[in-house]
């Protein structure tokens, strides 16, 4: 039987996890893990705070748990990466989050990276983690597309709006931009044909990783 | 009416706040905040693992919210400092952790901070936690007492394996230690004797922040 | 005898003890340690060098030296710190810096930390003590507000530029703003008001810490 | 056709391709990228010295140039990854080398990560790397192996001295390991086993990635 | 005989070798080392890519081998410091580069430097090297001129955008500025004074502590 | 008249200056600079305590103002830098501090420094210089050699334990040392002999640098 990745997206709304799983899609390959997107169902529509955050994580540890046997890795797809160190206490296969390899997959991309991120206030959530993964000196910065939730819908605004936010952190140093949330991957091409710089969308950078993993069959202990 | 400071215990062990009671006392000032503890009765007996952590955060920015209006100013009282961030969202009184605070005070008491843990699985999470604080450079390490429970209510064994740690963590530059465990305030007056170096106890360091913060009436925004 | 906290200012301006002594008043509790502020007589009128705060320092160790057996910590209210290390060396009381005491509690606030200064030529000074903190990765940057010293008097004016540096700071990524002097204190409420972001007031913020140190009676060793 | 990524063993020893080869073998997926090895016939022996790694980017360079077409990525199997920038100035395509991906990807498996190199002497060179990357603080050491060329065949004296220098690593803080050099596959098991962390095969850790970056065809730009 | 310092050029345009000349000429004392450069005539015509840094180390590795005896140390001069670690093991004699010498002698003049660069495509790599050399911290920032080789030769026009590029990292804090090239010497003086803050001629640095290290007689062991 | 560099010992001890004048000797050169060494006479026998730095600047200033016309630049020599940015305010002459020059110095001649301290008690001062300089990256430790006065006067045995602390050093990463007081100019040969590693004797260092700095005649701005 073949081995498979278990993409969570930890909000509970489906049409973010269709948008993941279509940006997964380039991923499959016969002969390769399986990849499976799922939605947490107990988690918020979105995630844009801390209690978002720390909200779902019993929810997501309670998921992990109840399905472990069936996969062999896991990816947490949103780019606050919830729960990424409960989840590894509840299963030894690889567990990976979408921001620490969207931002380790952009440091063999350029020399700083920007980030964009939807929401003001997720920022310095954001930076703690960068913090906490000791890569302060390669972030050129992080700015908000902050929209309007309704004016998200509207994609010609909302690209608008990333063009303008990527050309501010490219001015402010980055040579390499990450998309700061698991919703954005319809925009990558068109985004790096703009800025001119490599765009990183996070899932796709770690569900790759994710696939080495299991290939390689290294737990962790 | 006095303002007051609550400090909640995360775990629901009893005996651990009466601790942690005790450690407040000396920071009960006729005509200054009162101090108050409590116990999050939904807290595992120890906070030991990441998911211990997570797991909490619910019912406690629960908690904090049933009884926001009743209280000054917070305090967190595990070195973990759960759901802090998420408490911050609950109220826009002061909320303090007593990692964070242990940690800054120890600033203001030597050139390079040691931390005594209790285990040794906590210390990637700290570590995590020292890196978002942007503290790394002064941090000497962090060693864990690692013994068993049942042992640690040996409390001469306890403190032989406290100094034993601090000794190490001077001999790696330590000049001030910090000890990770809000249960740890009966063993301060000895360790720092034994040591030979300042010994900060979290709770005190957090308390004592939060005691100003209420006199002053600065809200964060 | 209630134990006391002396605070102070090490120059020879006797209206800005008078605003120090103003911005304690909150924090003087019934039961609490008495807040004393005093004039260093033999300090510059205003502390803008190096050389002034070079020079202060052989007096200010001489009149903590006369006055140490009466208090019972020692606050020097100047944002420079000037002779702090040399100041604890003449007493094992606690001494803490106004800078280093608003730099740690900003900490507790935001994610990055702004300054407001006086002038361009204190900024070099500031962040040399910055660095020797270890805390640069939380700058979001330092500013001066830069009047002539007679403009200084004028106190929309002078508002008027701290909002104006408050602002670029939170251009620059600040979410707390620290106040880089001991006389801006009567600005505070209006300032944090108008820049919607915590604003820490140095002299408060170390006062507080010295009540929870005197209370809890750690000495240095 | 079937992309492939060009994994190629910058020094001239067959052996040691064959070694790289059998690495990759579990990231052959039969629908995936094919992984060919290649040996660039103009390096030296063995890279030790800085003159090693520089002298053979020439060669590098003019390889990666003719063979530019025929492959969709590059990995450069040398643990000083000798010629990175270069090499990607000569193709949009991805370029990827084994020191930063077996350190990014130790980053996602640990919080401090170690690294077993095989001389005392490139250890200069691997910290000026790791500086550039900007992960000096998740770096708990770099140990070297330090057997004379001719004991390296010897493997049980080997795998003996790969386990020594990895218990320092770990009493140094760390909880991961990395294999500093391309010719260490064939003991990560046995080694993982024995330390107790997981440990990272730098060239598995890069081809994993090249993966990826074949699938989702990101061009740098 | 007199101990001479070699100042290689390893760019093959003699003009520029010229104007290294100039800049040496007021460290020419009587009874001191003689400085003499050289131009490596199989270097590129200017140094753009990281290909034509890599590219000429062989040329140069040789140029320095074969010229070893003759002279007492060696100054690369040409501010990406092409070769330098490889030069250091072809000789024990002292080894110095521009980009170093640059740095480190700005880092005794100001508190943050700012580095001119000619082209934006060395910036990335000129910070991969202030980030192997540990000094990120007191860099605020890199900008380059970019201007076409054709226009550089209007030294009216260069000098223009030097002035304008130095004032944008004033304002960006730096208060001593680094010339990111070994063909600036000329301005000098004009810039500074333009500037208002220290500036830099990085030959000049690194054949001022040449000098040193030729008088005292330290070998690298 | 040739132009001339003061080497200033900052402490009273004629011994000191005259070992500071031996160490100066190989750096004159017929055409070059005089060195001239004076003694702070106001200054303490040694250097120990923060309140013997903080208490010699005022004299120092002092001493430099009224000789500033005489010469073209000031050398601060004590491994503590004292008043260094003070005399800068000064002079706009150069001013180098011996620390700062050795530290830099050293970072041309290693990887990782260590530092050879006398007192263990000079420490914490000497890190926060390094944290102020934004060097602790490059820093592989500080150790001293913490003999009683009396016991400094026994070569021998000094030397034995500098020999002691430097291995020691080596063994933390340490593959350069530097001396950090300027009374140990005469063991630098035997102990770099012995260590294996290059042994910076800072004062040499500093006026290394200031005869560059005086020929090329960069004044501070």
């Given at each position: 039987m073949t081995p498979?990745?278990?993409?969570i997206?930890?909000n509970?709304?489906?049409a973010m996890?269709?948008g993941?799983?279509d940006a997964?899609?380039p991923?499959r390959?016969?002969g390769?893990?399986?990849i499976?997107?799922a939605?947490?169902?107990e ?11 720390d909200g ?5 540890t309670?998921f ?8 062999a890795?896991?990816?947490?797809a ?12 509840v299963?030894?296969?690889p ?7 969207g931002i380790l ?6 020399s ?5 991120a939807?929401l003001q206030k997720s920022?310095?959530?954001h930076l703690?983690y ?9 972030c050129?910065g992080?700015?908000p597309v902050?929209?309007p ?5 509207d994609e ?6 990333m063009v303008?936010?990527g050309?501010k ?6 040579d390499v931009?990450v998309?700061?949330?698991a919703?954005?991957a319809?925009y990558r091409?068109a985004l790096?044909?703009e800025?001119?710089?490599p ?9 790759s990783?994710a ?8 737990e962790r202990?």
């Amino acid at each position: 039987m073949t081995p498979s990745i278990l993409v969570i997206n930890p909000n509970c709304t489906e049409a973010m996890t269709r948008g993941i799983d279509d940006a997964c899609a380039p991923l499959r390959m016969p002969g390769g893990p399986a990849i499976e997107t799922a939605t947490l169902k107990e988690g918020p529509p979105g995630i844009e705070t801390q209690q978002h955050v720390d909200g779902l994580i019993p929810p997501l540890t309670a998921f992990v748990r109840k399905n472990e046997a069936k996969h062999a890795a896991f990816v947490i797809a949103c780019y606050s990466d919830p729960g990424i160190f409960s989840v590894r206490e509840v299963t030894k296969k690889p567990v990976l989050g979408i921001a620490e390899c969207g931002i380790l997959t952009a440091m063999t991309l350029g020399s700083k990276f920007g980030v964009i991120a939807i929401l003001q206030k997720s920022i310095p959530r954001h930076l703690r983690y960068m913090g906490a993964m000791g890569v302060m000196d390669r972030c050129a910065g992080e700015l908000p597309v902050d929209l309007p939730v309704l004016e998200l819908a509207d994609e010609k605004k909302t690209f608008g709006r990333m063009v303008s936010v990527g050309r501010k952190l490219r001015e402010q140093g980055a040579d390499v931009v990450v998309m700061g949330c698991a919703g954005m991957a319809r925009y990558r091409d068109a985004l790096q044909q703009e800025l001119g710089v490599p765009v990183v969308e996070p899932t796709q950078a770690a569900v790759s990783m994710a696939i080495g993993r299991v290939r390689v069959n290294w737990e962790r202990i």
